[in-house]
């Protein structure tokens, strides 16, 4: 361990937080290792809470009409999706977990997932809320006196062998106009927004409280 990464053990799952940026590249290296181990029943479930530097990155499902800027920083990746923006004021979560020993259901996977944003969020007051064929988490808004939804939190995952991975983002308080360079997961009803730009100023270490918090209530008491 050092100054620049913590490690805890909570019910038998590791809880890592890097304090400095990684880069994509190498996060997604780390979390196909220790996928493999997981399989192998050789290391516990991890969670992995960090910032990346910036990039925009491609799921599956990305076009490439939807890429405004080709002159950006991009990758394609193999996550379920389409185009999305990770860099610095970004809470990235990475769940490496076990279906095998949770529930093989992906729709209850996901589920999951936004609830636990959604529970994490009303901690500070905000209300947020799923979408019909909307992915993600939006929050509703009135500007000069109009009602729109904003995307606040995004959700990706890829299932291997039912070991799921990666996870999560949660916009605390980045610079939201790199998302002008895409269509951000493809829709174009509403636009994004940020813990900070709705007018609440919280730490990262603020809202991994609040998610450790609201991860044990989801997965561990209601399974």
């Known amino acids: ?10 019910n038998q799952i590791e809880w890592k937080t890097s304090n400095n940026l ?21 290391e ?28 950006v920083n991009f990758l394609y990746t193999g996550r379920g999706g389409q185009w999305t923006w990770h860099g610095p004021g970004q809470r990235i979560v990475y769940f490496m977990m076990n279906l095998n020993n949770r529930r093989t259901d992906v729709r209850w996977y996901v589920n999951k997932l936004e609830q636990l ?6 901690e500070f007051s ?4 799923r979408r019909e064929r909307l ?20 959700i990706g995952i890829r299932i291997s062998r039912w070991i799921a991975y990666p996870g999560i983002s949660i916009n605390i308080n980045p610079d939201l106009t790199k998302y002008d360079g895409i269509v ?3 829709v174009t009803q509403g636009g994004v927004t940020s813990i900070a730009d709705l007018g609440i ?9 609040a998610l450790a918090h609201n991860f044990e209530n989801l997965f561990h008491n209601h399974i």
């Open 117 to 122: 944003l959604i529970d994490s969020l009303k």
């Open 135 to 154: 992915p993600g988490v939006w929050v509703k808004r009135t500007i000069n006196s109009r009602e729109r939804i904003d995307k606040i939190g995004a």
């Open 22 to 42: 990684v880069e994509y590249d190498f996060a997604v290296s780390e979390m196909k290792k220790r996928v493999l181990e997981i399989k192998k029943n050789s």
């Open 44 to 71: 516990c479930e991890m969670i992995w809470l960090l910032e990346h530097n910036s990039i925009f990155t491609a799921g599956t499902s990305a076009k490439l009409e939807d890429l405004k800027n080709s002159n």
């Open 201 to 209: 100023k919280l730490s990262m270490d603020d809202f991994d409280q």
């Open 1 to 10: 361990m050092n100054l620049t990464e913590v490690i805890i053990l909570i």
């Open 184 to 186: 951000p997961c493809g």
């Open 126 to 129: 905000i209300t947020a809320e």
